[in-house]
T-cell receptor
Framework: SQTIHQWPATLVQPVGSPLSLECTVEGTSNPNLYWYRQAAGRGLQLLFYSVGIGQISSEVPQNLSASRPQDRQFILSSKKLLLSDSGFYLC?????????????FGSGTRLTVV | SQQGEEDPQALSIQEGENATMNCSYK?????LQWYRQNSGRGLVHLILIRSNEREKHSGRLRVTLDTSKKSSSLLITASRAADTASYFCATPGNYGQNFVFGPGTRLSVLP
């Protein structure tokens, strides 16, 4: 069966420090991978989307970047965190194709920038 | 990009009652999805309904889709305290394979 791992669960980082969040998927090949951010009590904002190794699409300009060094690994990074980067970060995967499949989400990372 | 908007923003009911949440969207879609999120956790996929379907059931969940009104509803029957969560509808986004989420409905089921 397919599983998705996301870590760490919580993270407190000072302003200006770097960030690296990792997400891995098991049990499937060539998944679509996504990074979303959720502000408190709000909906999800798509940050990055990938259909394959090295293929990254960015929805909005961010102080963040993403990389997909392996088929089932998706990394969210920042060189220097801002206070506004605080939030709940969610990784998800879906079956590639026409978009007629649901997402499977990771358990999320709560990032607090202080 | 198109986006679903859930209504109401918050809903509080007694255990055993039915809960109905609505989602409206702006442009034509080929499918719509509903997700649940428990506090501080990831989202869980509940149901996907295609544009040629009018109603779909899964256990105590019933989803309807009215493409003429560009709206969908999620009905939870005989609610339980464990149904307390936020519920989101999601519609296809710009990339064709991503989804856009509304702000959600926060459901509280009181014992």
């Amino acid at each position: 069966s397919q599983t998705i791992h996301q870590w760490p669960a919580t993270l407190v980082q000072p302003v200006g420090s770097p960030l690296s969040l990792e997400c891995t998927v098991e049990g499937t090949s060539n998944p679509n991978l996504y990074w979303y951010r959720q502000a408190a009590g709000r909906g999800l904002q798509l940050l990055f989307y990938s259909v394959g190794i090295g293929q990254i699409s960015s929805e909005v300009p961010q102080n963040l970047s993403a990389s997909r060094p392996q088929d089932r690994q998706f990394i969210l990074s920042s060189k220097k965190l801002l206070l506004s980067d605080s939030g709940f970060y969610l990784c998800a995967w879906s079956v590639p194709g026409t978009g007629n499949y649901g997402y499977t989400f990771g358990s999320g990372t709560r990032l607090t920038v202080v | 990009s198109q986006q679903g908007e859930e209504d109401p923003q918050a809903l509080s009911i007694q255990e055993g009652e039915n809960a109905t949440m609505n989602c409206s969207y702006k442009t034509s879609i080929n499918n719509l999805q509903w997700y649940r999120q428990n506090s501080g956790r990831g989202l869980v996929h509940l149901i996907l309904i295609r544009s040629n379907e009018r109603e779909k059931h899964s256990g105590r969940l019933r989803v309807t889709l009215d493409t003429s009104k560009k709206s969908s509803s999620l009905l939870i029957t005989a609610s339980r305290a464990a149904d307390t969560a936020s519920y989101f509808c999601a519609t296809p986004g710009n990339y064709g394979q991503n989804f856009v989420f509304g702000p959600g409905t926060r459901l509280s089921v009181l014992p």
